[in-house]
């Protein structure tokens, strides 16, 4: 199933339409699924139904026995070989593009500026 094409709500769907088929192949009613996972009726429901908190879902895929399917839906990034090439180590932080940065000080500025005036002119060169 290509989910690219499905709005939120419908992946949510989808996601709470798959949580009820695992619990009814187990044999689990809903009820029985809240006390096994420490949540409630109301809860379960909610997952099935394509809403909840991720601390829910999580209790919920390990009554399932699909914590596994966590390691498929967000594996662990790697570590490009261009960047450590070119840094030595695994960025810890994003930086913003210039464009970004341009955005933003063009935007703070006072209306009286305009971009033209933040151009810096050449002198003439020294030949």
Do not use: C
């Amino acid at each position: 199933m290509n989910l690219h094409g499905q709005s939120d709500k419908q992946i949510l769907a989808t996601l709470g339409d798959r949580l009820r088929e695992y619990r009814l192949r187990m044999n689990l009613t809903q009820d029985d699924m809240a006390e096994r996972a420490g949540l409630s009726t109301s809860t379960i429901k909610g997952l099935e139904a394509g809403r909840g908190r991720l601390d829910s879902l999580v209790a919920a895929l390990r009554v399932l026995r699909r914590l596994d399917a966590l390691e498929a839906f967000l594996p662990a990034p790697t570590v490009s070989p261009m960047q450590l090439a070119l840094h030595g180590k695994q960025r810890k932080r994003a930086r913003a593009s210039s464009a970004e940065k341009a955005l933003k000080e063009t935007s703070a500025e006072s209306p009286s500026k305009t971009r033209a005036s933040k151009i810096k002119k050449r002198g003439k060169p020294e030949w």
